[in-house]
């Protein structure tokens, strides 16, 4: 095959100069090479992890055609328009053309004039489309979204099942299947069904580092919600409700309070329903107010933030659809409002379906997320453990947990106090009430109802009014009250509340402090120029009909404000550009670069990391400092003789390491912490230090940071 002489310089080669990135994420360069190879491979890695390019680059060095199965229509139009966008023959045939352009499309494929060709299941095993693939030659078939292949997957599609009999059909074609959620039974079900037990198998991580957890309780929610999304300027997000009033009734408030939102569900009409997708995909609206509806096949890169604002059924489902914020890689949130009224509903829910299996099935599945929302361990860990990966806890962003530590407390005297006295009560008063019973309060409606000679009167005196509050508010989340939905808001004794009343059961809570909302802008220097250059990315994505993300993602634009690049060659090395977008949309970007530096006199915030800048380019102290550091002094001997900062010195010797002098990095950094840099660095890129600097966490420094990325470009451009 001749795929085995494909060397690995050819493909990091196209992996720059069509893709425009620098490096391989994880597990991405050992997938290609399986692939071109000639083996068989099943791949699970996360969303946002870089399936795509897994086949989209194999398939540009591969001497035949290869056919991505998808069951996603608006998927395929997005990624081809990516592809094109970067210069790749690629393209869709599905049943949103119409004939005469399928027929022109299926010409090019038989003319062999196609790279890459998507394609929905249904249709691939059509007769006549079978002929087509047979006539131009398949090299390799990706089956993206392999889960809808198993009925225990939280997506199955009958179609799928169809799908093996390419192995039969096609022997000598490479089989890939791509996922990003299968649980072991899954996993198992996806190779049963294809053949791939001799496929090789790479399971990436699913955890998500630049993902934030927060769980909030589901009060005033509303107002937290607003309150959060003031904060967050023009990012976009999606906000997931559980019913179709439901998200009408959201997206109809914030528009009154001047939010950019629009509702999406399934009660649309179609047309309705594309234009709010596309609306949001667009950068038009900035709010999707959404049922589970929306988001399958929505690969937008730059999505800030998720929040739940009603409980989701499952945990899977929940990981899915919480990670469609961030794809790109850049800090997100995902917020889950928790409240035991929204389980309950959900119960009720569930004791309706007709087959106990599926009932069991169902309720297991809720206790899971109930567990994880009212959990008191870091929530990160909790949730890639749902899919037996090992837990981890890691530098924020990681969750509310982490980020204020709770300290755990015995309530379970005061929570039967405040049981006993819903009890005695009647079950018919509110919490304010109750409190005010236990507090001895004087009131007049607490004696107005006699309620000052119970047993409970005053035995909470201790407490005051907040930590009473608390306590309801925590045993209303775990379930152990309920509270009716009317104006009053009675409170009720669960039969969880029962248990503790009754038999002892302890409660033991986690005291946190409110948590102010988590800020996760990354730095944009020069942000005047940052939005110029989004309102010329908007401008020119309208006019291709594409969606922004298409032309520069933000990272690529952030970079461009940071270092103000002056010609096309100096936009190559920049994050996501590739030879054709630097000819097709460089000049555009450049020349609102210039203007702003002639207007502002900006100079670049961070040095363009440059292994070919001149040496005679150091200017005198950076030289003099290198010269002392060359005569095998340290860097502390050096600030000592030149009577500088220690960090002054290191930022000479990174900006000398940056013009292409030698310095000894072992002299600089341990091997370990280099290790543990350059695997930050292989995992978040060398574009931006602070990501890798989060992800690293105390004990680095900038300065050692930008030695071990000297060294980096260095050994690549050699
Ligand atoms: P998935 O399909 O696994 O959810 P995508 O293929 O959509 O993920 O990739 C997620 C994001 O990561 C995309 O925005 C893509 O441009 C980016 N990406 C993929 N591979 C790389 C890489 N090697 N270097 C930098 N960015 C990458």
Not at 380 to 389: N, P
Request: proline share 4%; charged share 25%.
């Amino acid at each position: 095959m001749t795929a085995s002489l494909i060397t690995d310089a050819r493909v990091v080669e196209v992996l720059r100069s069509t893709f425009g990135y620098t490096s391989f994420r994880p597990l991405q360069a050992e997938i290609v090479a399986s692939i071109l190879n000639g083996q068989d491979v099943f791949v699970l890695m996360p969303t946002g992890g870089g399936k795509s390019l897994c086949y989209q680059l194999p398939a540009l060095l591969l001497d035949r055609l290869t056919v991505v199965v998808s069951p996603l229509i608006a998927l395929m139009k997005d990624q081809v328009d990516k592809l094109r966008a970067a210069g790749v023959a690629a393209t869709y045939i599905n049943s949103s053309l119409d004939a005469d352009e399928i027929g022109r499309r299926q010409g090019a494929v038989a003319r062999g004039e196609v790279k890459l060709l998507y394609v929905a299941p249904e249709r691939l095993l059509l007769p006549g489309f079978l002929h087509l693939l047979s006539s131009a030659g398949v090299a390799f078939f990706a089956i993206d979204e392999a889960h809808c292949i198993s009925e225990w997957g939280h997506d199955f599609r009958p179609e799928y099942r169809e799908i093996k009999r390419l192995r039969g059909l096609f022997p000598s074609a490479i089989l890939g299947t791509f996922t990003a959620t299968a649980t072991r039974r899954v996993q198992a079900d996806i190779k049963t069904h294809l053949g791939l037990q001799n496929a090789v198998a790479f399971c990436g991580s699913f955890n998500r580092p630049n993902l934030y957890y927060e769980v909030r309780p589901k009060q005033e929610a509303y107002e937290q919600l607003a309150a959060y999304l003031r904060g967050r300027g023009q990012a976009s997000g999606i906000i997931y409700c559980q019913s179709r009033a439901g998200t009408e009734r959201l997206a109809s408030r914030l528009q009154k309070d001047g939010f950019s939102a629009t509702a999406y569900h399934a009660g649309l009409a179609s047309n309705e329903r594309r234009q709010r997708q596309e609306a949001f995909v667009k950068d038009d609206v900035q709010i999707i107010v959404a049922t589970i509806a929306f988001g399958m096949g929505i690969d937008k890169p730059d999505v800030r933030f998720v929040v739940h604002f009603d409980l989701p059924k499952t945990l899977e489902g929940y990981y899915q659809e919480s990670g469609r914020a961030g794809r790109d890689g850049e800090p997100s949130d995902c917020i889950m409002f928790y409240s035991y009224a929204d389980a309950a509903k959900h119960r009720h829910f569930i004791d309706e379906k007709p087959s106990e299996n599926e009932r069991q099935i169902a309720l297991w599945q809720l206790q899971q997320v109930i567990n994880w929302a009212t959990g008191t361990t870091c929530r990160r860990s909790a949730l890639i453990g749902y899919f037996d990966e090992q837990p981890r806890q890691q530098p924020d962003p990681c969750c509310d947990v982490c980020r204020t530590p709770l300290q755990e407390e015995d309530y379970t005297i005061p929570a039967q106090m405040l049981l006993s006295c819903v009890k005695r009560t009647g079950e018919r008063f509110g919490i304010m009430h109750l409190i005010d019973v236990l507090r001895g309060s004087r009131g007049e409606r607490v004696r107005r109802y006699g309620h000052d000679k119970l047993s409970t009167y005053g035995i909470g005196r201790d407490r005051s009014k907040e930590e009473w509050r608390f306590l309801a508010n925590e045993l209303l989340r775990r379930g152990h009250i309920s509270q009716d939905g009317d104006e009053f808001k009675t409170v009720k004794v669960t039969e969880l509340g029962r248990a503790v009343l009754f038999k002892g059961e302890k409660v033991i809570l986690a005291k946190a402090p409110a948590i102010p909302s988590h800020p996760v802008e990354p730095d944009t220097p020069h942000q005047v120029l940052f939005d110029r250059l989004r309102t010329l990315r908007k401008r020119m994505a309208d006019e291709r009909g594409v969606p922004p993300y298409v032309i520069f993602h933000d990272a690529t634009l952030r970079q461009m404000a940071a270092e103000l690049p002056t010609s096309r060659q100096h936009l190559l090395r920049l994050y996501g550009v590739g030879q054709r977008k630097a000819l097709d949309f460089g000049d555009a970007f450049l020349a609102h670069i210039e203007q702003y530096v002639r207007e502002t006199g900006a100079q670049p915030e961070s040095l363009p990391i440059s292994s070919n800048q001149q040496q005679g380019s150091l200017s005198s102290t950076v030289r003099a400092t290198l010269d002392i550091f060359n005569t095998g002094r340290s860097v502390v001997e050096v600030a000592a003789a030149r009577k500088l900062a220690v960090s002054t010195i290191e930022g000479h010797l990174a900006e000398a390491m940056e013009a292409g002098e030698t310095v000894s990095l072992d002299r600089l950094v341990s091997d370990d912490k280099r290790r543990a840099i350059e695997a930050a660095m292989a995992e978040h890129g060398t574009a931006l230090l602070k990501p890798i600097m989060e992800s690293l966490g105390d004990g680095y420094t900038y300065a050692e940071l930008r030695f071990v990325r000297a060294k980096i470009e260095r050994s690549r451009s050699s």
